[in-house]
């Protein structure tokens, strides 16, 4: 089975390449067209003119597009991506510091969507044709419209401000220093064997992350509902019935298994929405991560680092994509066996 | 000893105004060890008892009346949780659909394991040498590759025989298969017969086999239930069911399908179709009144007794006797036109698909291989194949919608395979196609008017009014009131629908017909309505069809002369008489044989078919080509 | 009375949904009517009153004011002006390329589908959020930018899911018939093709519309929408952020109109797709 999912999950890898290839293209078509001026920018005010003509010659801005794109792909492919006008700092430094972070957040906040959604998909589908599914349809959908970052910001109002139960700024209490490790903070808590600092981050981590999984449940439980009902139509299941399995063991042992195929795939796009999402939850939540990153680098036109940022956000969402996908082609034999 | 008895069952619905019969004064019983045939064309209530019997009903449904008694306990009344325990274990089911029937993401393994495990086989390892054996009893070959194997690796006949080993696994005491051949090839279909007989043989198994074919239960049953409406219209012995038939239905059904043999004769076409749930309510009396051609006002003062006509046999009807002297209409010298010059001239057509994606894309897969043939003015040609045949693909080349590989074709004197405009329009003047499956071909959301007349609106300027006058003596001409015009394709019946649109085809007048499977998925007395009127406008109009089919008897039928297509070629062909009395290809003499004869009574014997336990993958490609 | 509505005006939740939004739009529409203050007249000794209700609360200002003594109430309707243009425009705009490109993908096939769908993956491995900020860095704020970032990044949602409905109503016989008695390429997809999918097409508006309103919010949140004069809700929310612990209701108001206003989109989305019958197969259900 490994050996039939391995070709197609190497092509996959090989079209997001691709793809990301074709992103960084794109990103920086956007960026040049920018009004603003990176090398004034770069510059202190009493700058002279020529002082911004032979900045912006170092920086090969006088070239065409095409080349300047050229000259940056190959830097990058060396591992330069060069430095933040603004923080004065390696660019590639500055991601590594703080992905981890948002990576972190966000692997927290699709288990708690993947098990609401998949806890309330099953009760919708319970529910379907009670008198209860009205109500539970309509709480459905008024979960659906709100999203993360209306979460995040009720969450401090009440679990914050008006009981005081969980911090709701940064990664950890003021007075704990972060542990030198991966990045990922409670990995590396428990790896120098602090508890404490291990908690903190914990309890620093439920509003965030609980806001973003909860934004993204309603979606997954609705398509695993219907994708039940579907499944429930075929003529498979009223076999099993015929064959006298339990209602149980129909559940379990044959509907889930189609119904979350669909919902899988679903997740898939979720998942990249999703990692997409901790950017408005970590300036809301004053979150050291790549979301924060981006917004101070947007506020500073800092162009290096606003390019470094999205291909970084691109590039885990296409590992999301191909996790999810490939996970689809292990539980999918018509995929798997084409 | 009884295995199942009805006795004055009775099925209700709960419909938004009172509930309405689905099944009433049901009688019967199924000795051990026989078959019982429930026959009856769709909405007669057959399937309604499959379900009645594991009491999976639809929402609404519920047993209202009478007992059904299995083995001596009330199968409605016991508690539902021994009903579940007898379920696959002393009552097996078989279905219409086999693809559909196993679970798309488990191995065959995985769900006969299952439900071996269920019935209590105790060890991982003897599950799968019982398994083993299981599949060997079915005539499966490769039993161990088979088990790692997904449902749609496998043919339909491969998956039924599945199902069967699965349904025979507990030795059950009774067997109910629900149109088990209907989704299948005719070849594979003899074939899945008599393994349900072997089967049953071994085992001692009473069956109750539903089926719409008649012809098919009289071979396979011991005794025959028809049923009209939801309630029986005749019940007895096969054999004296099928050559006397009491009951005015029976013999109308009987008569509404072709033969298969001796003398071409019309076909009895019975008027509108089985009142649908609603409508039973209205009527009065005899549920069959308003159809009866022998008719007379005391049927309808009151549901007809059930009256004794023979030996075991009984009829609800008031005229039994009467039954013998329905005939149908002989059919005229004039219902064979003679052929004129040649229209369609097919010379080595030839496509190629290429499939699979990526990896594999360049996989090519012929599905047509050099097929030539020629059409004469007024001549009906039939196309007989089973699926992945290439048949399908014949006809839409010939219509334009697919270019073929190589080859020509020239109509009317004209080449026109090369796809330029002129000959786009050249073809469309001439050649029509009528889709097979009118749900799919009618657009919901247009008027039967509107569908009618396209052709007039693709070529513009008529004005709404000419083409309502159009539509309307179009409908006339096929048979449906013209405030048909006005209504949507939902608001008709399925034989009505394909009217529509066998008239959309007919609007621009064409000389050539393409008619895809049209009347397959039809009962039997639409699809006899349909037949008729296809003899009654070639009569009028004058027009060549080229006639797809799995039919035999259809096709032979309606066609002056066939081609058996296998694997993409043309096997045999010539006139329909001579290949029906002489086939000389051993694939038609294959596909003769898989016919039920006419005469219960002359041996049926089917030959095996070597595709079906091969099942190449290209072949099954095809079906969704 | 009931008989002679069409189907979809019967279903409680399109009537709820439709309710919402007509409320929504009146205030848009009429904000200077409505509105009991000037949105932008400061009353800097009044700053952060509760609503009415709250202890403290004055009549004049029924649901409070800001850190610069602004009429919360008034502030909230004409926000629903930069909520509704955005909802509107943005909606459209998406629609109409995504939708284009999802006819001519769906019908066509073969090679421009596969291009259209490579386009697709391309904007699928950006997460929204993300893409209309880098867009807003590369076309400037300003609520048209707004607007026309929205548009750049949701096209995909229509097209995707518009796509494998086309794909299915292509296949249909009825098209190919429609191309046998010589209707032309133009002619079968806006005549049985289009009206096909229309009522997905009008489900997927209602739900971007709600999309956009967040998308909206969130931009102004980080302050790259309208410019700071003209109120809007996600600025209201950026502003009672940083007076969290003087006026939490300074927050809760915008926090709740926005989820009124998509409440609301999305209940008519979900009302209209379940009485104009549009069959969402699970991947389309985004
Ligand atoms: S009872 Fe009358 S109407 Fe009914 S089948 Fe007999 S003859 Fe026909």
Not at chain 2, 116 to 134: C, S
Request: net charge neutral; glycine share 8%.
């Amino acid at each position: 089975m490994i050996a039939t999912v391995f070709p197609l999950v190497g092509r996959r890898l090989l079209s997001s390449v691709a793809i990301l290839l074709i992103v960084s293209m794109l990103l920086f078509v956007v960026l040049h067209v920018l009004p603003v001026d990176p090398a004034a920018m770069s510059l202190p005010p009493t700058a002279t003119l020529a002082d911004i003509e032979a900045m912006r010659r170092e920086m090969g801005l006088d070239q065409p597009l095409p080349n300047q794109y050229m000259i940056w792909l190959a830097k990058v492919i060396q591992g330069d991506f060069g430095a933040s006008i603004h923080f004065r700092r390696g660019v590639l430094g500055l991601v590594a510091d703080t992905l981890p972070a948002t990576v972190e957040l966000a692997v927290l906040a699709m288990m708690i969507a993947s098990a609401l959604g998949i806890v309330g998909g099953l009760v919708l589908f319970h529910v379907r044709g009670s008198r209860k599914e009205p109500v539970v349809d309509f709480g459905s959908i008024m979960l659906l419209s709100i999203p993360e970052f209306l979460w995040s910001l009720f969450f401090i109002l009440i679990f914050g401000v008006a009981l005081h139960w969980l911090p709701f700024t940064g990664r950890l209490d003021p007075d704990l220093r972060v542990p030198a490790g991966t990045g990922f903070l409670l990995f590396d808590a428990l790896m120098a064997g602090r508890l404490d600092i291990f908690f903190s981050a914990a309890r620093h981590m439920i509003l965030p992350s609980f806001a973003l999984g909860i934004a993204f449940s309603p979606t997954i439980m609705r398509v695993l509902r219907s994708s039940l009902i579907d499944v429930y139509q075929e003529d498979y299941i009223h076999l099993a019935r015929l064959r006298g399995l339990s209602e149980r063991r129909i559940l379990l042992g044959h509907a889930l298994k189609n119904a979350i195929l669909p919902t899988l795939s679903l997740m898939g796009v979720q998942f990249g929405f999703l990692f997409g999402g901790t950017l408005l939850v970590e300036v809301i939540y004053s979150y050291p991560g790549l979301g924060n990153l981006m917004v101070d680098a947007v506020r500073n036109a800092d162009l290096p680092i606003i390019q470094a940022v999205g291909l970084a956000y691109c590039a885990v969402v296409l590992i999301i994509n191909t996790v999810v996908d490939s996970l689809y082609m292990v539980l999918n034999p018509k995929l798997r066996l084409r | 000893m009884d295995m199942l008895i009805a006795k004055n069952l009775g099925v209700s619905a709960a419909l938004p105004d009172g509930s309405v019969p689905v099944i009433q004064e049901l009688n019967f019983s199924l000795p051990q060890g026989k078959v019982l045939g429930l026959v009856g064309e769709s909405g007669a209530g057959k399937s309604m008892i499959g379900r009645t019997i594991a009491q999976l009903l639809p929402p609404g449904f519920s047993v209202t009346a009478g007992e059904l008694m299995f083995d001596g306990q009330d199968l409605v009344r016991m508690p539902a949780e021994t009903r579940r325990e007898l379920l696959g274990r002393e009552i097996a089911f078989i279905p219409q659909e086999p693809l559909s029937g196993l679970n798309p993401v488990l191995t065959i393994g995985r769900q006969i394991d299952e439900h071996l495990a269920r019935l209590g086989i105790g060890n991982a390892r003897a599950r799968r040498d019982h398994a083993l054996g299981m599949l060997n009893d079915v005539h499966l070959s490769h039993g161990a590759d088979l088990l790692d194997k997904y449902p749609h690796q496998l043919s339909g006949g491969m998956c039924q025989r599945v199902l069967i080993a699965m349904a025979f696994a507990s030795r059950p005491k009774l067997l109910v298969a629900d149109e088990p051949t209907t989704a299948l090839d005719v070849t594979i279909q003899a074939r899945i017969v008599q393994l349900i007989a072997e089967m049953q043989e071994r085992d001692g198994t009473s069956v109750v086999f539903i089926t719409h074919d008649l012809r098919l239960a009289a071979q396979v049953c011991d005794n025959i239930l028809v049923l009209y409406a939801g309630r029986p219209a005749e019940y007895g012995p096969a054999r004296s069911v099928f050559a006397q038939p009491a009951h005015p239905y029976t013999r109308c059904l009987q008569l509404s399908n072709p033969a298969m043999s001796g003398p071409r004769r019309a076909l009895y076409a019975l008027p509108e179709r089985m009142p649908g749930l609603s409508a039973i309510k209205g009527i009065e009396g005899c549920l069959f009144a308003p159809r009866c051609p022998k008719v007379v006002p005391e049927c309808t003062r009151a549901l007809p007794p059930f009256v004794d006509v023979a030996d075991g046999q009984v009829a609800a009807c008031i005229r039994p006797e009467t039954t013998a002297t329905i005939a149908a209409p002989a059919l005229s010298a004039s219902d064979a036109p003679q052929a004129g010059v040649p229209l369609l001239e097919v010379r080595g057509l030839t496509k190629t698909f290429r499939i699979g994606g990526g990896l594999f894309r360049n996989r090519a897969f012929t599905a047509v291989k050099d097929v030539s043939f020629t059409l004469h003015q007024n001549e009906f040609i039939g196309i007989v194949g089973e699926s992945g045949s290439g048949k399908s693909t014949v006809a839409r080349m010939l219509c334009g919608l697919e270019r073929p590989t190589e080859g020509e074709f020239e109509i009317d004197g004209r080449e026109v395979s090369d796809g330029s405009t002129s000959s786009r329009a050249h073809l469309r003047a001439h050649v029509q196609m009528v889709f097979q499956d009118p749900q799919s071909a009618l657009n919901p959301r247009r008027r039967i008017a509107s569908i009618v007349t396209q052709a007039m609106e693709a070529a513009g300027g008529t004005s709404g009014k000419e083409r309502l006058e159009r539509a309307e003596a179009l409908l006339l001409e096929i048979g449906l009131p013209p405030d048909a015009a006005r209504r949507f394709p939902t608001q008709l019946s399925g034989g009505q629908r394909q009217r529509v649109n066998i008239a959309r085809a007919l609007c621009v007048a064409p000389n050539i017909l393409i008619a895809d499977e049209i009347v397959s998925g039809l009962d039997v007395s639409v699809q006899a309505q349909l037949l008729n009127l296809l003899m009654q406008l070639r009569r009028k109009r004058g027009f060549s069809m080229l006639f797809i089919s799995h039919d035999l008897s259809v096709v032979r039928y309606l066609c002056d002369r066939m081609l058996v297509m296998y694997r993409g070629e043309v096997v045999e062909s010539g006139p329909t008489d001579r290949i029906f009395a002489a086939p000389s290809h051993p694939y038609t003499r294959t596909l003769l044989a898989a016919v039920p004869p006419d005469d219960p009574s002359a041996v049926w014997s089917p030959q095996p078919l070597e595709t079906d336990v091969v099942a190449p993958a290209d072949m099954l490609q095809e079906a969704n080509v | 009375m009931m008989r002679i509505l069409p189907p979809w005006l019967r279903s409680a939740r399109v009537l709820g949904g439709l309710t919402i939004v007509v409320i929504i739009s009146l205030c848009a529409v009429f904000a200077p009517l409505l509105a009991p203050h000037d949105p932008n007249e400061q009353d800097l000794i009044a700053t952060f009153l509760p609503p009415v209700w709250a202890k403290g609360g004055q009549a004049a200002y029924l649901l409070g004011t800001d850190s610069l003594g602004r009429d919360v109430l008034s502030r909230l309707i004409y926000g629903a002006r930069v909520a509704m243009m955005v909802a509107v425009l943005a909606s459209f705009g998406a629609m109409m390329i995504g939708g284009t490109l999802a006819y001519i993908a769906g019908y066509f096939g073969g090679r421009i589908d596969s291009l259209i769908g490579r386009a697709v993956d391309v904007w699928m491995s950006f997460p929204p959020v993300i893409m209309s900020l880098i867009l807003m860095v590369g076309l400037g704020v300003g609520l048209r930018n707004v607007i026309l970032a929205i548009i750049l990044v949701d096209w995909t949602r229509f097209c995707r899911v518009l796509r494998s409905e086309v794909l299915v109503v292509a296949r249909k016989d009825y098209v190919a018939a429609a191309r046998l008695v010589g209707f032309s390429h133009w002619r079968t997809v806006t005549r049985e093709i289009v009206p096909a999918t229309l009522p997905l097409l009008i489900t997927l508006v209602s739900l971007e519309m709600g999309i956009a309103v967040i998308v909206e919010a969130i931009l102004s949140f980080v302050g790259m929408s309208v410019s700071s004069n003209t109120p809007a809700w996600g600025q209201m929310i950026a502003d009672a952020r940083q007076y969290i612990y003087d006026s939490p209701w300074n927050l809760l108001f915008p926090i709740l109109a926005i989820f009124f206003a998509v409440f609301g989109f999305n209940l008519l989305g979900d009302g209209l797709r379940r009485t104009l019958d549009v069959r969402l197969t699970a991947t389309q259900r985004v």
